[in-house]
């Protein structure tokens, strides 16, 4: 079975503060993504990574930065968390060939800026 | 690009059968795939349609028509852990990215 494993589940920070996300995918896949889920406002991107070092801005990159060293482990980088980043954070991965990959994603991480 | 709408709600009764909608607006298309997502869980795949049509999956059933822009997630024999939020998603044509809908909260009441 893929897995997808993000560091936190909940994390509560101060406004400021440089906030690291981390996730890691066990299954070789070139492709992952960060996403940011609002209520009402479903799964928003953040950012892409298509393959070790290559990124793509998704919908709402302002205030974000990613980091992608390895194949496996995708990090997402809040410079500064402001408190309009208190949200739910959500790493997924996907097989770059083929149309009809489905993407596996970790259980989230609820982040509180404080 | 690319952009996706569904229904923001819907609610049904144990047993019944229920049709979430999404009709989609891409520059390019490589197929409607669908997730379900249980309250504090992660998104999990449902069903993708590459092709016209009705692709069946036990109680669940996803088509699509390109020439409308449109497909639907269809769900029958309701069951209360069918309580979920379900999302429509397509891939950018120009890249991986994949985009989702804003997603619909289904309720089933006994």
Redesign the interface.
């Known amino acids: 079975d893929v897995k997808?494993t993000q560091s936190s589940r909940y994390l509560v920070k101060r406004t400021g503060e440089k906030v690291f996300l981390e996730c890691v995918q066990d299954m070789d896949h070139?492709?992952m993504?960060w996403?940011r889920q609002d209520p009402?406002?479903?799964?928003?991107?953040i950012y892409?990574s298509?393959d070790v070092k290559m990124k793509?801005k998704?919908?709402i990159p302002e205030g974000y930065s990613v980091s992608r060293e390895k194949k496996e482990r995708f990090s997402l980088i809040l410079e500064s968390a402001s408190t309009n980043q208190t949200s739910m954070y959500?790493c997924?991965s996907?097989l770059?060939l083929g149309?009809?990959t489905?993407?596996?994603?970790?259980?989230?991480t609820r982040l509180t800026v404080v | 690009g690319q952009s996706l709408e569904q229904p923001s709600e819907v609610t049904a009764v144990e047993g019944a059968i229920v049709q979430i909608n999404c009709t989609y607006q891409t520059s390019g298309f490589y197929g409607l795939s669908w997730y379900q997502q249980h309250d504090g869980g992660a998104p999990t795949f449902l069903s993708y349609n590459a092709l016209d049509g009705l692709e069946e999956t036990g109680r669940f059933s996803s088509f699509l028509s390109r020439s409308d822009s449109y497909g639907y997630l269809l769900l029958q024999e309701l069951q209360m852990k069918d309580s979920a939020s379900y999302f429509c998603a397509v891939r950018d044509p120009q890249g991986g990215k994949l985009i989702f809908g804003q997603g619909t909260e289904l309720s089933v009441k006994p």
Do not use: H, K, T, W
């Open positions: 997808v070139e492709n993504f996403y009402g406002l479903g799964l928003r991107l892409f298509y793509e998704g919908d959500l997924a996907r770059s149309q009809n489905e993407a596996f994603f970790g259980q989230g």
